[in-house]
Nanobody, 126 residues
Framework: QVQLVESGGGLVQAGGSLRLSCAAS????????MGWFRQAPGAEREFVAA????????SYGDPVKGRFTISGDNAKNTLYLRMNRLKFDDAAVYYC???????????????????WGQGTQVTVSS
């Protein structure tokens, strides 16, 4: 059973930065691709970023390309999402997820992910 716990959300001004963390069960990164999704009120869950099991491959959703960076620290069993130049549209609950990906893939569909964290709220103010 994979356990994921997000942290680092909060209130940030538009244009500012924030780093989210996701603490994972030991050994998760070697067996799972990892991803970040977000969900705003009344909206569907949206793909944000993913990183492959090797950590070599990454993928990003179009709205965050060039502003967000996904990374992992195997020694700390922690996944990160660095968010720069935040916009009002980035406000949402952010979820960390793990996918039992074959090969070294970066799944972008939520249905491919088997384990989810409880989410952390990001609010963007003016």
């Amino acid at each position: 059973q994979v356990q994921l716990v997000e942290s680092g959300g909060g209130l940030v001004q538009a244009g500012g930065s924030l780093r989210l963390s996701c603490a994972a069960s030991e050994g998760t990164f070697s067996n799972y691709a990892m991803g970040w999704f977000r969900q705003a009120p009344g909206a569907e869950r949206e793909f944000v970023a993913a990183i492959s099991r090797s950590g070599v491959r990454t993928s990003y959703g179009d709205p965050v390309k060039g502003r967000f960076t996904i990374s992992g620290d195997n020694a700390k069993n922690t996944l990160y999402l660095r968010m720069n130049r935040l916009k009002f549209d980035d406000a949402a609950v952010y979820y960390c997820a793990a996918a039992a990906a074959l090969g070294d893939l970066t799944p972008t569909l939520a249905s491919r992910y088997h384990y989810w964290g409880q989410g952390t709220q990001v609010t963007v103010s003016s």
